[in-house]
């Protein structure tokens, strides 16, 4: 094989590479598991709330780390105390002591490690209470207030718009990857035979 060729493989086999790693790296990271859990029923007050995420979140700086998280009651009343901690996937929030028995919302937002927040509502309830139901979806573009029950953004739109840039990156790849595959078979197919000479050109030699 030519060293042209060999480089035309080569270069196929990247592509290929590269789209193949494309579509997973644009999702954004998600949260998948978190203490309490959603609609759980705590039979007493929790001391703090953890949230783990699929990927490394991005940490801003030391002063802040672009996460919030919100513990409401009923009436509005943030029962979060102290900074909220960042360490890789997981995300910290200490409680204040003595919370009542009643229905509570966590209202968390963070960063992504592709550099888009995400946001989301995990309704509990600590005692007999029922778990405080989620507020609708709004776009309001900041970030989840004590003071409003709605919320910028949920995490199911996140996963809608990851999904969405999947299909996109993949079709765009695989059709990449279908003319890259045409070109590199055109140039490693086989040389024709020089065409014999014609008669007439014989004749005249002879």
Known sequence: MSPFRRYAAGLMLAAIAVIATAAPASAHDQLIVSTPSDGEQLAAAPSSVSLTF??????????STGAVV????ASGTDWVTGAVTVSGSEVTAELAPDMPVGGYQVRWQVVSEDGHPVSGVIPFAVGDSAPMVAPSRTDTGGAPSADSP??????????SSGALRML???GIGAAVAVLLLVIVRIVLRPRTAAAT?????SAAQL
């Open 168 to 170: 996109l990156v993949g």
């Open 150 to 159: 709605t919320v910028a953004t949920d995490q199911i739109a996140d996963e």
């Open 70 to 73: 919100l513990v409401v009651d």
């Open 54 to 63: 699929s990927g490394d979140l991005l940490v801003l700086d030391e002063a």
């Open 197 to 201: 000479p014609e008669t007439g050109d």
